[in-house]
């Protein structure tokens, strides 16, 4: 009985040993099992949180991502503006040079064609002049026989004065014999000649280019004018301008306008006056 009593009294203290530390280890695991659930707890908490900022960051990134798209597109649109902008300056630029090199061109020919028209005229003016002189020769011939027909004129009437002379004497002495009427001279009308003096300052417009802004005057280098003189324009009392003498002839010379004088203010046979 004492054997059996004490194996049961120690079968029961294990079991009542075994029970304390199942327990202790119950509550050891309960309270780490608490702790765990704590900081699994705290752990999901943060990453709550991280979670919701890392939300909050992603739709900053979202929005920042969309900022930055949009100034992209904005970007690209400039871009895109700027190269239009570019193609469209390079298609001026080419036709600019296309029309400056026309328009080169085309001055280029106005240039020759104010030279051609120059000297064409001056050619037609050195022809008039030629008759002109032509025409003064002949008039000179005119004047010398117009000289010699006054010459004969004053003669025949110091003849008609000497024979009333000597009739009237011849009357006093005898009756006066019935004398014929002396039909009376006829009176030569010539053309007047009006002669420039070699050394005049003063002329007239030939002609007025209106196109190329220059005239032609008869004075010349026999009148003692000179490449670079400033001539005045009149008409009648009426001061129009100034020209200056950019070419010479023996008889006549070409002017250019010196502004606000211009070839529409003058006119044909306006004068041409040396400015002192």
Excluded: C, W
Excluded at 20 to 36: D, K
Excluded at 148 to 161: D, P, S
């Amino acid at each position: 009985m004492k054997k059996g009593g004490r194996t049961i009294f120690i079968f029961l203290a294990l079991i009542i040993v075994i029970l304390i530390a199942g327990i202790f280890i119950s509550q050891f695991l309960l309270q780490n099992e608490t702790r765990l659930r704590q900081a699994a707890e705290e752990t999901v908490a943060e990453l709550t949180t991280s979670n919701a900022k890392i939300t909050a960051d992603l739709k900053d990134s979202r929005k920042a991502i969309d900022i930055l798209e949009a100034k992209k597109k904005d970007i690209e649109d400039r871009v895109n503006s700027l190269l239009e902008e570019m193609d469209l300056e390079k298609a001026l630029n080419v036709k600019l040079k296309a029309d400056s090199k026309k328009l080169r061109e085309d001055m280029d020919a106005a240039a020759r064609n104010k030279m051609e028209m120059r000297q064409k005229l001056i050619r037609e003016l050195e022809v008039v002049h030629a008759k002109l002189r032509e025409a003064e020769s002949k008039y000179a011939g005119q004047e010398s026989t117009m000289n010699g027909y006054q010459q004969k004129i004053v003669g025949l009437e110091k003849l008609n004065g000497e024979l009333e002379q000597k009739l009237v004497q011849k009357a006093k002495a005898v009756p006066p014999p019935v004398i014929a009427p002396v039909p009376a001279q006829e009176k030569v009308e010539l053309e007047r000649i009006v002669v420039t003096p070699e050394q005049a300052r003063e002329g007239r417009v030939l002609n007025v280019d209106a196109e190329t802004e220059f005239l032609i005057f008869d004075l010349g280098a026999s009148h003692g004018i000179k490449q670079g003189d400033i001539m005045s324009v009149y008409r009648g009392k009426t001061y129009l301008g100034d020209v200056r003498v950019s070419r010479i002839q023996e008889e006549m010379s070409a002017a250019d306008f010196i502004p606000p004088l211009s070839g529409k203010k003058v006119r044909k046979n306006d004068q041409v006056v040396l400015k002192h």
